[in-house]
């Protein structure tokens, strides 16, 4: 089983500012790698897939990079809205997701 | 636009099989693997299984012998049957659309609502 190993657990950080979320693998992925962001009582909903694809409807601000084992989501300028969690998932055997990255108001 | 809508019990018995169905309207089952994903709450993400076709089919490990997974292309549904379920059961559990296609993965694009099972008797 491939293990997601996201950091930080939670991120505390004011609207405006840059967020920089780490996303690593036990064992590469190649760039079979998607993000999500899930917001309290709701489905989660994809923004980035294949890596660094943005998904239809995923603001600019929001970008995906890496390939192998490592890998980031940056938010390059937080909006009230972004606030929630945010998951990375493999697909590249199987698929596991990470434990979760809280970003929230600082 | 496709959309994703989850159905069945809320209330499952220790022991028992916990049976969901979800139903896809705008779109085919054709092409996609369709998945289950579960959520304790309080927790994170949970893959449980998808299925393709007949002949393509994966589970989760800590979970293969106790799911199944089934398309019923003539009513555009699929379904998860989880048998002996305990209270480790518990979870909202999500019908999703995953697509991967050669050597591009598009992901998880569409999500139902969710439908929260609890373990209980």
């Known amino acids: 089983e491939i293990v997601l190993t996201q950091s930080p657990a939670t991120l505390s950080l004011s609207p405006g500012e840059r967020a920089t979320l780490s996303c690593r693998a036990s064992q590469s992925v190649s760039s079979y790698l998607a993000w999500y962001q899930q917001k309290p009582g709701q489905a989660p909903r994809l923004l980035i897939y294949h890596a660094s694809n943005r998904a239809t409807g995923t603001p600019a601000r929001f970008s995906g990079s890496g390939s192998g084992t490592d890998f980031t989501l940056t938010i390059s300028s937080l909006e009230p809205e972004d606030f929630a969690v945010y998951y990375c998932?493999?697909?590249?055997?199987?698929?596991?997701f990470g434990g979760g990255t809280k970003v929230e108001i600082k | 636009q496709v959309q994703l809508q989850e159905s069945g019990p809320g209330l499952v018995k220790p022991s028992e099989t916990l049976s969901l169905t979800c139903s896809v309207s705008?779109?085919?089952?054709?092409?996609?693997?369709w998945t289950w994903i579960r959520q304790p709450p309080g927790k994170g993400l949970e893959w449980i299984g998808y299925?393709?076709?007949?002949?393509?089919?994966n589970y989760n490990p800590s979970l293969k012998s106790r799911v199944t997974i089934s398309l019923d292309t003539s009513k555009n549904q699929f379904s998860l049957k989880l048998t002996s379920v305990t209270a480790a059961d518990t979870a909202v559990y999500y019908c999703?659309?995953?697509?991967?296609?050669?050597?591009?993965?598009?992901?998880?694009?569409?999500w139902g609502q969710g439908t929260t099972v609890t373990v209980s008797s």
């Open positions: 705008g779109g085919s089952l054709s092409g996609y693997y």
């Open positions: 299925m393709y076709s007949s002949v393509n089919l």
């Open positions: 999703v659309r995953d697509l991967l296609h050669g050597d591009l993965y598009y992901a998880m694009d569409v």
């Open positions: 998932q493999q697909r590249s055997n199987w698929v596991t």
